[in-house]
């Protein structure tokens, strides 16, 4: 029998023979630089002290995960568990049981070198230990295992809790899964193996990286912290980044109309119009060549114009709902006509782009006016009866918080938005970074989609407070008559034209059975295709990729699980799909027409100017 051996000895050893090879030694002084770095980052943070101290004497402490809100939850939790204790209690001896039962296999392993079964493993989706030393080391896995332990009595014990509202109980599991995850073993640096064998090998200098890239990220933020996900400096508009050849046509105070230029000798009669969500940049669509759905959409003969919103100021307070729709696609569609002759459009609308052309469907069909000929939904909730993780943040209380903070800036700030999104997935947008960046002293690498997902935008604070509670809160967009818009009531059961919806069924932020209920709503033929992946990277699924399928079905029942279990899946990309049932709209062919041939004249290039703005 091998000699025995200390749970941590075999990490230990391993972790210094690598520090070793690199030259480091445990006790090896700090070279120069890192000397220099830690003065930097002092000097550093007493001027962020300074600044902080002066953000603060005009900061109102608004946030989206509102600490008087958790607070709230949790005391209405404990009180209804103290009325029945039994799930705690349960859970707690289950707890413990399982806590002995590791604490055997972790000694047997340890002294003994005795192959055991682990009393709990990660999930399939979890890549927080995807290190091998979570498994290799006896220290490491007890560690793991330990939390995994923790984190599901704590959960189970939070969902079994009888008798509270139901919103009251989401809350409640996603905050408990949000300090569950903050307090995970890879977020430290003493119980995260990765992170110790860096400082091993570097003398502590990842750390001391770690701590200036957390510096710098609070100066961006001006005292808040702006986690840094891509490379800042990678990528430029026209450039690498949004550079599908095109020109601007037209302007008003809250969009630029993007003509993009033809890349075959004719093109479809009818233009389309894409409009892109207000609420982050429309060059998700037009990321690089290789997945840009503008791009791929200008190769298969289209006219693409795009709508680029403006990154709202104070100044723009006063903007509303109306205002988007009437200077967004109506102002578009009529641009549109002056630009290329044409009367109709087809359209296509990205999540909340996709709300307000449905509204904008619904208010020219109210008008009696044929303006467009097909539509395309992406991600689009119409029925906000369900709209997942993100209804944790509304209700009566967090939005009247949410617009006395708006009223008082005249917008919503960008980061806000961000974060809520960012916290429905926080392990991969929020704790990897921190991880990455701060622990291990990197830098994040040039990544399109996340420098995209950073570049957030503001919101115009009377247009926010309606949208959030009119959809969002009262849920009335499926109402006939719920809504008015320019003295038009809206009524969806009046749009009659084809419309082709596009889910995702990964899709975290539009989740789509919810989207799927807006096929109910409008009375015109309807296609619905299911997207592997989700909001992003279910749209964002060009076919050259082959990366995801998709699901079509040849009915509309009620039940999306109908839907589904009677669907047909396909490999290969739904663009190619949509393709052929655009065409089937497109009016014929046309010689293709250049930006600026028109009677618009071109302004300036694309992508325009309005998407370079970055404000917080």
């Known amino acids: ?12 050893v391993r972790i210094a023979e690598g520090a070793n090879k690199n030259g480091g030694t445990n006790g090896g002084a700090l070279s120069p630089a890192a000397i220099d770095a830690l003065a930097d980052i002092a000097k550093r943070s007493n001027a962020l002290f300074r600044r902080n101290a002066e953000r603060l004497k005009t900061d109102d402490g608004y946030q989206v995960m509102d600490p008087r809100t958790v607070l709230a939850t949790f005391q209405e939790l404990a009180r209804h568990a103290a009325r029945d ?77 009888k008798g509270v509202e ?8 996603f905050y408990t899964r949000q300090i569950v995850n903050a307090l995970a073993p890879t977020n430290f640096a003493a119980t995260n193996p990765a992170v110790l064998d860096a400082a091993l090998k570097s003398r502590g200098e990842n750390l001391i990286k770690g701590f200036r890239n957390l510096v710098e990220d609070l100066e961006r933020g001006g005292g808040r912290l702006s986690l840094k996900m891509s490379d800042l400096a990678a990528f ?34 009818r233009p389309l119009l894409i409009v892109p969500p207000w609420i982050n940049k429309f060059y998700i669509l037009d990321l690089k060549p290789k997945n840009s759905f503008i791009k791929w959409c200008v190769d298969q003969g289209h006219t693409v114009f795009v709508i680029s919103w403006i990154n709202p100021g104070p100044e723009l307070a006063d903007k509303q709902f109306s205002d988007y729709l009437l200077e967004g696609p109506i102002a578009a569609i009529d641009a549109i006509e002056r630009a290329t002759g044409e009367h109709d459009v087809n359209i296509l609308g990205y999540c909340i782009g996709g709300t307000l052309v449905s509204c904008a469907l619904a208010y020219l069909a109210a008008r009696r006016e044929k303006r467009v000929a097909a539509a395309t939904l992406f991600t689009t909730l119409l029925d906000f009866a369900d709209v997942g993780d993100i209804s944790v943040f509304i209700d009566a209380p967090q939005l009247a918080l949410a617009d006395e903070h708006m009223f008082r800036l005249g917008y919503l700030e960008g980061h806000h938005m961000a974060e809520a999104f960012n916290l429905l997935r926080e392990n991969d947008l929020i704790w990897f970074f921190v991880i990455n960046n701060y622990l291990m002293g990197r830098d994040p690498s040039a990544f399109d989609l996340l420098y995209w997902n950073s570049d957030s935008t503001r919101m115009p604070a009377t247009m926010q407070s309606f949208y959030l509670h009119n959809m969002y809160e009262r849920n009335v967009l499926k109402t006939p ?126 992508p325009g100017s309005y998407v370079t703005v970055r404000v917080a």
């Open 236 to 269: 430029q508009f026209g450039k690498n980044i949004a550079n599908t050849p095109g020109k601007v046509v037209f302007q008003n105070e809250l969009m630029q109309l993007v003509q993009y230029a033809p890349s075959t000798a004719t093109v479809q009669r």
């Open 481 to 606: 008559g719920g809504i008015t818009l320019a003295n038009v009531p809206i009524d969806l059961r009046r749009i009659d034209v084809p419309i082709y919806f596009l889910s995702a069924r990964e899709d975290h932020i539009a989740p789509w059975r919810s989207t799927y209920a807006g096929t109910q709503l409008v009375s015109g033929p309807v296609r619905f295709v299911l997207g592997a992946s989700g909001h992003v990277a279910g749209v964002v699924n060009p076919p050259a990729a082959k990366k995801y399928g998709y699901w079509t079905g040849k009915s509309l029942p009620a039940d999306p699980e109908k839907w589904l279990k009677n669907a047909t899946y396909h490999e290969g990309s739904w663009w190619s799909d949509w393709q052929k049932w655009l065409v089937g709209h497109g009016g014929g062919e046309v010689p293709a027409r250049e930006p600026g041939s028109g009677a618009l004249a071109a302004i300036e290039d694309a």
């Open 85 to 161: 204790p039994t799930p705690f209690i349960r859970e707690q001896v289950a707890l413990w049981t399982d806590l002995a039962l590791l604490w055997q296999r972790t000694a047997a392993r340890a002294l003994f070198e005795v192959e055991a079964e682990p009393v709990i493993a990660p999930g399939p989706q979890d890549k927080r230990f995807k290190n091998d030393i979570w498994s290799q080391s006896p220290w490491f896995d007890f560690i793991k295992q330990s939390y995994l332990l923790m984190t599901r009595c704590v959960q189970s014990s939070v969902r079994d809790v």
């Open 1 to 12: 029998m091998n000699k025995p051996m200390t749970p941590h000895a075999g990490t230990r």
């Open 166 to 173: 139901p919103h009251v109980h989401h809350q409640a599991q």
